[in-house]
């Protein structure tokens, strides 16, 4: 004896509601995209799915996982899908379902309410070439690994590389005013170089950069994060002051090299944190040494400047700066980076990856601040 119709339906329904929205991650039955979802005397099922715009790339995905999912429920014997596309009053109702408010709320910065619980570091460095981008995606690939939900902003305007590093090749997705980061490796990625032209340079000015940092992190649909990192340009420029505006809740963390001199610069990108009343989370190290095949090091260089670095800092800023790691040469760094796939996971027992994962444990079991969070308290009765 067959199931009846009403059973058949709601488990149907209830297969949908496992499938996510690829670029969303929430319930496709959640955001309004499944029209109608009926099964025939034939035992096949046809979906009427809304895409949020015309040309998803992400189409065949979403194919696939339905008919994966409704396959599944007994007496299905076939899933048939008609894509179609939401009307623009939908994807109004989808972005003010996204937002948490009414249609007519303004973007904000989710990472700037006193609710957030989003811990926001911004990578720096006080120099170019000590390999930050290197460092941001390869940190933010290892939280990734370790179950944290994990964004990242490619702040450098200028010298944008970090969707190259990840290999996060796709265009994002507008959703009426909302856009959609492309995913790689479980991390969320905005930079500019998905809207520009092949490899054309961005000649821009101050207001224009603050304007697109704040678009990045306002406009940009992030859902909720554990981890947001941010590639900043190297020195204390106009982007280094947006974020600090933008974001007074960020935390910084100093890239370097051992090299003197560049320990002196970074130094000066620490600094910035007198003047904007940001924390240093720690120093970072890179490019400390090379192992040699018998085993020795060779401090191509020089040594020192990680630990110079974090404590003149500690002096400066009178607060504990620590030295987080030191990270060694290694070519497998540039080429994974090359490749599209960071060392953590190209390579995970390299020497270089192990220092990075060791980083990253640091940076995701750091206790949360209580400062300025509400604690729930209230006054005992007598």
């Known amino acids: 004896m067959s199931a009846p119709v009403s ?7 209830a297969a949908l509601a496992t499938v996510n929205d690829p670029e969303i991650r929430r319930p496709i039955t959640e955001l309004g995209m499944v029209r109608s979802a009926e099964i ?86 006080g120099k170019g070439g000590v390999g930050k981008s290197s460092v941001t995606v390869n940190l933010a690939a290892a939280l990734a690994a ?12 200028y010298g944008h590389s970090v969707p190259r590093m990840l290999g996060a090749d796709g265009r994002p997705t507008r959703v009426e005013d909302m856009i959609m980061p492309p995913q790689s490796h479980g991390v969320k990625v905005i930079s500019i170089g998905m809207f520009t032209a092949g490899n054309a340079a961005v000649v821009w000015r101050g207001p224009m950069l603050h304007r697109a940092l704040q678009q990045f992190l306002a406009d940009v649909y992030w859902g909720e994060l554990d981890v947001l990192l941010l590639d900043l340009p190297p020195g204390t420029g106009d982007v280094a002051i947006s974020l600090a505006q933008l974001l007074p809740n960020s935390e910084i963390l100093i890239v370097t090299t051992p090299q003197a001199a560049a320990a002196e610069v970074a130094e000066r990108a620490g600094a910035i944190a007198l003047q904007t009343h940001q924390r240093v989370v720690g120093v970072i190290e890179n490019m400390s040494w090379l192992e040699l095949p018998d085993g020795s090091r060779m401090e191509v260089f020089g040594a020192g400047g990680g630990q110079t670095v ?10 504990q700066v620590p030295l987080l790691g030191q990270i060694p040469l290694d070519t497998r760094v540039r080429e994974a980076g090359d490749d599209g796939t ?33 604690l729930g308290l209230k006054p005992a009765g007598r």
């Not at 059973?7 to 329904?13: G, L, M, R, W």
């Not at 060392?343 to 209580?370: C, H, N």
């Open 40 to 125: 025939g005397d034939d035992g096949v099922v046809r979906v009427e799915l809304l895409l949020t715009v015309a040309g998803c790339p992400l189409k065949d995905k979403l194919r696939s996982d339905i008919t994966a999912a409704v396959g599944t429920v007994p007496g299905v014997t076939g899933v048939e899908i008609e894509f179609g596309v939401m009307s623009p009053e939908q994807r109004q109702e989808l972005q003010s379902k996204l937002r948490g408010g009414g249609a007519s709320q303004e973007p904000v910065i989710p990472f700037a309410q006193p609710g957030s619980r989003t811990r926001v570091y911004a990578v720096a460095s």
């Open 342 to 374: 960071p060392i953590v996971l190209a390579a995970p027992e390299s020497p270089a990856a192990r220092a990075l994962g060791q980083i990253a444990d640091r940076l995701a079991l750091r206790r949360e601040s209580l400062l300025g969070k509400p």
């Open 310 to 319: 974090a404590e003149s800092l500690t002096q400066t800023i009178g607060a």
């Open 7 to 13: 059973t058949v339906s709601d488990a149907i329904q």
């Open 146 to 157: 370790r179950g944290l939900s994990v964004g990242v902003v490619d702040a450098d305007i």
